[in-house]
């Protein structure tokens, strides 16, 4: 068995391993795995076309995030709070073995905070050799997002003014306008950058 078989079968594993504690959690970490891995779907089913992105909520909007830079979703744990940095990084957490930071979407785009639901996760983000996971109202889906149904014009009104720096497009679905997410902008930005209080 080669190591990359290797690796999906300890991924899946995980998974299922998942399953019993949050099923939702776990349906959508095993459709991480299936892309991350271009494992199709176990009853023989051809893919939809498009590729798969994370769609998930933060102040009453949509967003949609590519699944391949996704590691994963987390529920909200307990964080190790650091010294001396911004009030939108809330900590650090023990990710999978490696100590990533936690910022908060609202806090880091200004927006009005909340108090943090069950519904509220954590979506580990890796853009290059940068992982950091972002706080978000919710997660509710994959879904697959062809490049014709994106439109790249940043400065359309459907994209608030607030996430226009960290986006690339939206796209828009069945009635549902979904604003699509820069990772690298995001996570390589000056803002980000500069954590340091």
Do not use: H
């Not at 078989?5 to 998942?18: E, M, P, S, T, V």
């Not at 609202?106 to 992982?131: A, G, K």
Request: proline letters at 6%.
């Amino acid at each position: 068995m080669s190591s990359e078989d290797q690796k999906k079968r300890d991924a899946f594993a995980a998974i299922q391993q998942l399953i019993s504690q949050s099923p939702s959690v776990a349906a959508l970490q095993l459709q991480l795995a299936q892309g991350q891995f271009g494992v199709g779907a176990p009853n023989g089913e051809i893919p939809p076309i498009g590729e798969q992105y994370l769609v998930f909520a933060l102040a009453d909007r949509e967003f949609a995030i590519k699944a391949e830079l996704v590691q994963g979703v987390e529920r909200l744990v307990e964080l190790t709070p650091v010294p001396n940095v911004m009030s939108w990084v809330k900590g650090v957490m023990n990710l999978r073995g490696s100590i990533v930071s936690v910022v908060d979407s609202r806090m880091f785009l200004d927006l009005e905070q909340v108090p943090y639901t069950p519904r509220t996760r954590l979506l580990s983000l890796q853009s290059n050799d940068m992982v950091i996971c972002l706080v978000v109202d919710a997660v509710s889906e994959m879904l697959p997002i062809s490049a014709t149904a994106i439109n790249g014009n940043v400065r359309q009104a459907s994209i608030p003014s607030w996430i226009v720096p960290y986006s690339s497009g939206s796209a828009s679905l069945n009635n549902r306008t979904i604003v699509i997410l820069d990772v690298a902008r995001l996570l390589f930005s000056e803002k980000m950058q500069r954590y340091k209080a």
